[in-house]
């Protein structure tokens, strides 16, 4: 199957750090993406992981990817409330750079 | 990374009529695709348009009502064809940028249509 799947609402305490899961079906993912969406904007490329790793650390963001559990969480560092928007995971197979998009999270962060 | 531009921003359209939406990109790409984001929902692939050959397009959306054209290798165009209320969504064009042997795809700005 094609899905890939994310709860829908996350709420913190400006401070606090985030961690925003997903889910996906499909084992022959070779990359698997996260995306941030503010109001009325498109989409920013935060970070991405290749999928024969198991963590990438970029200055506050941290992906850690269970490849056997298909499971990919985004961390967030000293959450601000500039972080508040919608967070996008996404999956590519191949070579073919279709991308599967998870329903999003709502990032909100309380000061 | 890409830069990507597309226009028009935003557009209120009545229904019947077509809108076509231009993504210009500021450095070569070989493939660009383009996605449907209705409201409150996620992204869906509508189509990837490669240089030189037909666009490919996804279950559920045909050519005849989207076409697309890509003359060359930093631009795209998508046509919402005969539009309907149900049309109204953002229209967003990303490419596939390689760097160092991986794959980032960045997106446009989107194009904002409401269809009345």
Known sequence: GEDVEQSLFLSVREGDSSVINCTYTDSSSTYLYWYKQEPGAGLQLLTYIFSNMDMKQDQRL??????????L????ADTQTGDSAIYFCAETRGNT????FGQGTTLQVKP | SAVISQKPSRDICQRGTSLTIQCQVDSQVTMMFWYRQQPGQSLTLIATANQGSEATYESGFVIDKFPISRPNLTFSTLTVSNMSPEDSSIYLCSVDVVTSGSYEQYFGPGTRLTVT
Do not use: A, E, P, Q
């Open chain 1, 73 to 76: 969480s985004l961390r967030i």
């Open chain 1, 97 to 100: 750079g279709k991308l599967i």
């Open chain 1, 62 to 71: 941290t992906v850690l990817l269970n490849k056997k559990d298909k499971h």
